[in-house]
Each structure stands twice: as structure tokens, then as C-alpha cells.
């Protein structure tokens, strides 16, 4: 392994499937290579696992259904706060594994782990309260009736997730999964195992039933939509792009099977003539360059009222030179590379898109000779609206910047879009604030704020971007069935 910290270098990376309590090899044994995309070099070879070795994770999530469905509240969350713990105490290993494998800088990763953390001690809380809540009686207009309504875990969950969160999109299914007493088939993506096997020996460590989570490396084609048939997944929750997320969903309905969809986003930070512009253009860099810009919830267009366009078009472009781009381990590094080289052509691809169309470079920041996935920060204004690099998801550091002189003409163009994931908004004036949010299509709307996402409230978006929320106890409830019992009380 080619890295110079510490915590990555005292310990090898896992690499096996975990199935029924187990580490094991898949049934083909053959192997995936993980790249660190800072070097291009390969870290690892994880396990490629194979349709039969979903097959086998089922099985012994079926097995392990009955006890773990039949367990307290309380005890669950006994579990769950132990994983935030091993969480907790890992805490600088995971974080390294999560430079070296996904490319964020390591003051990002630390901000990843804390969220898993958070997730899991959430999540402990709603499944202590499920022992009072899980039953409720409803007041019938008859006497000779008594109706309960009871929540029951969904059964044998899938959960298939991406590579720009790694740890974090997995938490917020496994731990209210796990919390409303699902067991779980989790696969995560062949781009970024390293720090999901790690999470699961923490999982591991907490002592949970056999069965209760089974881990599955592997490729989507295979391993992914092996989940998505099989018969005996009651429920699949995904995180992905837009264009898988259709397949899983398709590929769900032969079985009928639930399915919660978080998927992409093209989303806008609207930025009033009467806001603060060195907030302006902290929100505007935030939303665009955290995580390189790979996030579902990247505002990658900024939506300028025209007085103010020229000068906050400056002030970016001041800031984007100034943003240091390298080793995610490096202390003075503000964005590392881009995850993977598919996702580094992509981008590459859409920039010199976006020039073809007419978009006029505003800025491009430096980026370090020699390998690495690295794309500089990069500000584009005057996009045409036909551009790819307008309609489009990028997945990568790219803001489009358009003047508008209304608020109409603002809250259109934000939600001209088949996404609905996000929305941000800058004013000095909390009523348009206000008025803004109410009429932007979106299922989260930040005010003069970051993008902070707590694990109390939801997530979630409109039209394409989702189907279902997740956090807060929506996240709980998409693990959940509903029955009622209905008893005549003058024959029982
Ligand atoms: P992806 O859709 O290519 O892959 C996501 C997961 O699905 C991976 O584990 C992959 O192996 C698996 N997969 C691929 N083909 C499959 C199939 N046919 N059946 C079942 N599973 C299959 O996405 P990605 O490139 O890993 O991630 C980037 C995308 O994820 C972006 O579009 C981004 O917007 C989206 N995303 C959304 C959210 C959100 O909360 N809305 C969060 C993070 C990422």
C-alpha cells in the first residue's frame, strides 16, 4: 500500500465476503482491484462474489430473521451503540481508509465518520422507543372490537450503495434496518469496499447474531442485480445514479418487491442581490467542491441576481485559484481526486462539452503533475441552458453560473430540471427566504446555511432523485411493515 499514513499502514485491508457470522471467499474466488485514485495504484483485490453467494447472504439473513425480529427495542440498540462505539474508537483507521480508497481529504473523511456515529446512536433511540410504540390501539366506533396497529420489520433487506459516501449512505440504511429488527444482504460498491469491510468487522465486533448482517463484494451486474431478483429479499433500498436506480426498480417489480430510490440531483444555489457575498461564496464552493463535487447534492448551478453577478463571478474565481487540490493525506489539501478514472473521464468530458457549447471559463484551478484522478475546480459562466453542462448531473468540481433578474426567474430555472433532490438559497431578507424554499421543488432547502444534514430530520428528493426518504423516522419507517390485528373481544 503506497500511502504515508500511519493508521492505514498498522493494518492490512479486509478483503473477504462476510456471510452468516463468517469472513469467507466467494464461490469463484476471483477478485476486484481496488485503486487508490490519488496514485492510480492497486491497495487491494477484494472478493468478486457471484450470484450463488448472494444466494447464500439471503439464506442466512432468512435464518437469522425469526430471532432477530423477535429481540427488544432495547436490545437492538444495545447493539447499534456499540457499533457507534467501535465506530468511535476506529475513528482515525477509518477515516485513512476512506482518503486512501474514495480520494476525500482526510478533514472530510473525519466529517464522514462522525455522521456514521451519529447515524448508529440515532437509530439506538428510535428502536429503544419502538417498545412502546411498535404496538398502538385504534379507537374503533364499535365495543366488540379491539384493533392494534404494529410495525414489523420488512423482512431480508438489500441495501446497495455507491462510492462517494462510503460508510455514510451504508449507515443510513443498516442502522435503522438493523433498529426496526430487518437483517441485511448489504453490497457495496466495487469502486470503494475498503472502508465498508472495515465498518462491517466493527459490526462484527459488536457481537450481532450470525446472519443478521451479511456483506457482498462484487460487481453491480452481478452481485447487485442478483439482490434485486431474488425471491426471498422482502425490500430493496438503493443509493445510485438515476439510470441504475430505474433497472433496480424494474428488475424489484417481478417480485414485487419495496424499493426506496436515492438517486441523482441537478440542484441550485439561488444567490440574492442583498446577501452577504463572503457567505455567498462559502455556500457557492461548498456546494460545489465538498467531495470533489461528487455529491447527489452538488448546487453545481449558481443562480446569481444580475447586480450582483460580475462581482460574486470574481470573487469565485479568486477563491478557485486558491484551492489546494492533491494528496487527500497532505494537511494544507482542500480537494483531492476524483474516485475513479470513469468518473475522471467524465468530468474531463463534460468541461470541454460545456466549452464546444459556448460556456465561457471563468476559472480552472491547478492540479498536481503525474497520476491521480485529479480535475481542478471549475467555474463556467454564461452555460447556455441547452448545454449538457446545464441539464445534466456532473459528479465532479463544476459550477455553471447564470444571472436571473427575478425571483420567478429564478425558482424556474431551478426547478427545470427532471431532479428534485436539493435546493440552496442566499438572502439577507428571511421572508423571500422563505417564500423561495415553498416554491422550490426539492425534498431538502438549505437558507444561508451549508449543507448540513442531520440524522433527525430526512432525505430525500423530488421527482427522479428519489423514491422514499431516508433519516429522521422516515428512515425508519422504509424498514417497516404495517399490520393491524383485530380481535372481537366478546369470542377471544
Ligand atoms: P451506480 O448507480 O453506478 O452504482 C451504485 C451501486 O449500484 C453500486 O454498488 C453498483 O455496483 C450497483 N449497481 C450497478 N448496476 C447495478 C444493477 N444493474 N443492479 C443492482 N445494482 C447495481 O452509482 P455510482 O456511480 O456508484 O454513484 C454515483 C451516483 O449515485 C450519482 O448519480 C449520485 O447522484 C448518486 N447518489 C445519490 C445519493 C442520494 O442520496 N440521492 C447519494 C449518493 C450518490
Redesign the pocket.
Known sequence: MNTRDPHVLALPPRTQLYIDGFWCSGERGDRLSVVNPSTEETIADVQAGSAADVDCAVQAATRAFEGWRHTSGAERAAYLRAIARGVQARRDHLAALQSLNNGKPLAEAQVDIADVAATFEYYAGLAEQLDDTGEVEVALPSADHRAVIRREPAGVVAL??????PMV?TAWKLAPALAAGCTVVL?????TPLPELELTAIVAESGLPRGVLNVVTG???EV??A??EHPRVAKVS?????A?GK??MK?AADSVKGVSL????KSSIVVFADADLDLAVDLVTGGGFFNAGQM?SATSRVLVERPIAKALTERLAERVTRIVVGDPFAPDVQMGPLTNRAQHERVRRFIERGKADGARLVASGDVPEGPGYFVGPTVFADTPITSALWQE?I?GPVLCVRGFDTEEEAIDMANDTDYG?VGSIVTGDAKRGKRVADRLAAGVVWINAPQLIFPQTS?G?FKQ??VGRELGPFGLAAFQEIKQVLTTISRA
Open positions: 446497495i450503495v455507491p462510492w462517494n459516501f449512505t453490497k457495496p460498491s466495487e469502486v460487481t453491480g451486474a447487485g442485480s439482490l434485486a438503493f443509493t445510485g445514479s438515476t441504475v433497472q433496480v428488475t436515492e438517486l441523482g440531483g447527489c448531473e459528479f433532490l432525505w428528493g432523485s428519489s
